[in-house]
């Protein structure tokens, strides 16, 4: 089984849509969760932590359920500029904290 | 500020020749990491580095890649006889320290072994 699983899409949904996410762990003991974005044939950069209690960052909503080991991430009032792919990062615990990544979620949001 | 920069952005080698990857992390950052993207792939941990010294090297795929760091500063990822499956985007990344800092990566080096 995959460290970090993550559906690939693509999803294509038309602008001003809500859309989710989903995401598995594998290893119970992961302390630390992220979502990154990652735009065509560019690095993946940062789009938000992901806390227990879940959290919000203006249209994006992360959850965490750590009973299920599932993370999600939830994307209201799509934009165009939301189009790129998602990532799903555990940060392990070992390997001075390098990331897992799972293969990420195309998103393409269309006029 | 300056972020991490790679070089070279692009790299086309034949199979069998050694290669050599550069990564200047943000300056002040004491943590650096190496990983590589195969086409249609997730992201694949490489090696990792506090100040110079890489304690876990399990993560390099193979006895022909080896990793070094000058102090706190550049970093090279060296392959050697590169093979068509080290074809990939490698990307180095930095961050203030080891723990739940952000990484901040670089625009990556795309290898193409032919």
């Known amino acids: 089984r995959k460290e970090v699983e993550q559906d690939p899409g693509p999803f294509n949904v038309p602008e001003g849509a809500t859309v989710a996410f989903n995401c598995t762990y594998s290893?119970?003991?992961?302390?630390?969760f992220f979502w990154y974005r990652q735009d065509c044939r560019k690095e993946p950069k940062l789009l938000m932590s992901?806390?227990?209690s879940g959290n919000e960052d203006g249209r994006f909503t992360a959850q965490l359920n750590r009973a299920s080991q599932y993370i999600s991430l939830l994307i209201r009032d799509s934009k165009l500029s939301d189009s790129a792919t998602y990532l799903c990062?555990?940060?392990?615990?070992?390997?001075?904290?390098?990331?897992?990544f799972g293969k990420g979620t195309s998103l393409l949001v269309t006029p | 500020g300056a972020g991490v920069s790679q070089s070279p952005s692009n790299k086309v080698t034949e199979k069998g020749k050694d290669v050599e990857l550069r990564c200047d992390p943000i300056?002040?950052?004491?943590?650096l990491y190496w990983y590589r993207q195969r086409l249609g792939q997730g992201l694949e941990f490489l090696i990792y580095?506090?100040?110079?010294?890489?304690?876990?090297k399990s993560g390099l795929p193979s006895d022909r890649f080896s990793a070094e760091r000058t102090g706190e500063s550049v970093s090279t990822l060296t392959i050697q006889r590169t093979q068509q499956e080290d074809s990939a985007v490698y990307l180095c990344?930095?961050?203030?320290?080891?723990?739940?800092?952000?990484?901040?990566f670089g625009p990556g080096t795309r290898l193409t072994v032919t």
């Open positions: 990344a930095s961050s203030l320290g080891l723990g739940p800092y952000e990484q901040y």
């Open positions: 290893n119970s003991a992961s302390q630390s």
């Open positions: 992901v806390y227990s």
């Open positions: 990062v555990v940060l392990r615990s070992n390997s001075g904290y390098a990331l897992n």
């Open positions: 300056s002040g950052h004491t943590a």
């Open positions: 580095f506090q100040g110079n010294s890489a304690p876990d």
